[in-house]
């Protein structure tokens, strides 16, 4: 099986991301700071398999349907079809509508097998997963013609740079294969979960989203954090800075806060979560992406989960939160899934550094403008 990446290196640039961040915030929010010592995880409360299972897309599409991006939801999955997901490398057919594909499934606890020089033998069991591959086909010309898959969590956002532009636009089931089979988060949402540990999580029947595909741009999209069910801060979620967003700011965060008020706040049944929503001006409304629960394993983009955490529901002084003039992201890392394309040994501690020190620059852009 591949490394994944998010459950091998992510909590190490987790820690130099978000203490970084915290020198940010000491700067920039009104928290008491007499107590920073203190195990971060102690500030959230235990993390409930409801509060997880609300986060599925399938659970909460049928209530935002008007406000999201129309879908078509592939569940259940057949076995065959996790099966060759999960299994090693990637075998596609040549065209979309050959009936059969295969690949082979080694013993995990075989060490000495090797490749057969025959093209046509396959050892192992064959994979017929036609029947999904048509179900694909189907909801691809419902939706149009193109669109972008994720599972049950996850988009396979980390691997976009194996499609052609970069990007998660796909055409035919051979193009949605791709991207599942080389993402690390898809595989490990389907080995481990995601959120919690898997026997706390206990069986999840797994799903295939097609989204419509739509070309959002990514300075326009931005996570919510709702804390007792109140809307308390906003962050822009693109790590880069764009002069046009201090302009609308206040506008934005209007736009958000009705969103939020008019079509969230009742609807979505957790008391704290996140949730990420898309600023569309060309039509004037916001749609609604995705939602993830409040935990510390998400990330909290420009504010640091300890003032979120502490912050008092009744107060908006968190604000938006938008990335400063003068620090160059893109200076410090090619990209926030470059590090998907080389082996985690060669990325782990270089990513770590960079990330610290974007967010550094970061803290030191904010001082100079107070």
Known sequence: MPVIHES???????????????DITAHTAAIDCDDDEEDISQLFAPLTRAEVCNCIFSTWYPNFRRETIKSEIIKPLEQGFIDYLLAD????????????????????ESSDSEWSEDENEVEGAAIDIESTSADIRRRIEILGGKVMPRMCWSAPKDASWMAMGNSLECRGPSDIYVLLKSSDKVSSDLINGRYLPKEQLGEIEHELVLRQW????????????????????????DYEYY???????????????????DHVREKFPSDNYCYDAYVAQTVNRVYLIDFEPWTLSVDSCLFEWRELAKADSSDKSLGLRLF?????????????????????EATDDQFRGSMAELIKSVAEQTRQQK
């Open 8 to 22: 091998v290196s992510d909590s190490h640039v987790d820690e130099d991301v978000r203490a970084a961040i915290a």
């Open 89 to 108: 490398g990637i075998m596609l057919p040549d065209q979309d509508d050959i009936p059969q594909y295969s690949c082979k499934i080694e013993d995990p």
């Open 214 to 237: 739509s070309n959002l741009v990514p300075s326009m999209e931005f996570r919510c954090f709702v804390k007792d069910k109140k809307l308390i801060a906003i962050s822009q979620v």
């Open 243 to 261: 002069e046009f967003l201090e302009n609308m700011r206040d506008e934005i965060e209007t736009k958000l806060r009705l969103f939020f008020d």
């Open 324 to 344: 400063p003039k003068g620090v160059n992201a893109m200076g410090h890392f090619s990209g926030k899934y470059s590090r998907n394309r080389l082996p985690v």
